[in-house]
């Protein structure tokens, strides 16, 4: 099985209002994590980032989250605007992964109602 | 400036022809990825590559082949096409640093090539 994987495959959300989208992770030697959005017909892009040694990061309009305890991890996206409308994917390097393998989880898409 | 691209970015054909995708990156990094993308999302892993190491996804058939003729390309062919090979696949680099060797910086994403076999 996968190591990663989301709680919600899809998440629905107000313009306006927060979103959040959660992530849980099973390698517990896991030490950075990686949120990305992927836009219909587009390649995946980086959002934010965080390393084991911390657990929250803070970017423009956007929090990442890692509760190690529990190995979650989860996006909040403050004020979600209808360009937030994507699928969105937690990654993880797993410790003695080499050259950055990165392990992607299944994708939560998130729609923007206007 | 295209940090990272693909060439094509849609590739039909029949089964059991042999088809490259070309990828390059201007970014200067040292490793560089493939990824195949499935009808659900899914993306995994298929290789990475710097001019030290290969390192290949235990899953993927040796009809898949990496090749680069230099640090900012990463070529990939595929032999014998199959049904089951139709997909997204992107191509990725990115600066490898830290500790032990393992990149603690993100991964630049290529706009992927369409791959569907008839």
């Known amino acids: 099985g996968e190591s990663v994987g989301l709680h919600l495959p899809t998440l629905s959300v107000q313009e306006g209002d927060n979103s959040i989208i959660n992530c849980a992770y099973s390698?517990?030697?896991?030490?950075?994590f990686i949120w990305y959005k992927q836009e219909s017909g587009k390649g995946p892009q980086f959002i934010i980032d965080?390393?084991?040694?911390?657990d929250k990061r803070q970017g423009q309009r956007v929090t990442v989250l890692l509760n190690k305890t529990v190995k979650h991890l989860s996006l909040q996206i403050a004020a979600t605007q209808p360009g937030d409308s994507a699928v969105y994917f937690c990654?993880?390097?797993?410790?003695?992964?080499?050259?950055?393998?990165?392990?992607f989880g299944k994708g939560t898409k998130l729609s923007v109602k206007p | 400036d295209t940090a990272v691209s693909q060439t094509p970015k849609y590739l039909v054909t029949q089964m059991g022809n042999d088809k490259s995708i070309k990828c390059e990156q201007n970014l200067g990094h040292d490793t560089m990825y493939w990824y195949k993308q499935d009808s659900k999302k899914f993306l995994k892993i298929m290789f990475s590559y710097n001019n030290k190491e290969l390192i290949i996804n235990e899953t993927v058939p040796n009809r898949f082949s990496p090749k680069s003729p230099d640090k900012a390309h990463l070529n990939l062919h595929i032999n014998s096409l199959e049904l089951g090979d139709s997909a997204v696949y992107f191509c990725?680099?990115?600066?490898?640093?830290?500790?032990?060797?393992?990149?603690?910086?993100?991964?630049?994403f290529g706009p992927g090539t369409r791959l569907t076999v008839l």
């Open positions: 965080i390393r084991s040694n911390m």
């Open positions: 990725a680099s990115s600066q490898v640093s830290g500790v032990s060797g393992r990149a603690y910086n993100e991964q630049f």
């Open positions: 390698n517990s030697a896991s030490d950075y």
């Open positions: 990654a993880e390097n797993p410790n003695g992964g080499s050259q950055g393998n990165l392990i």
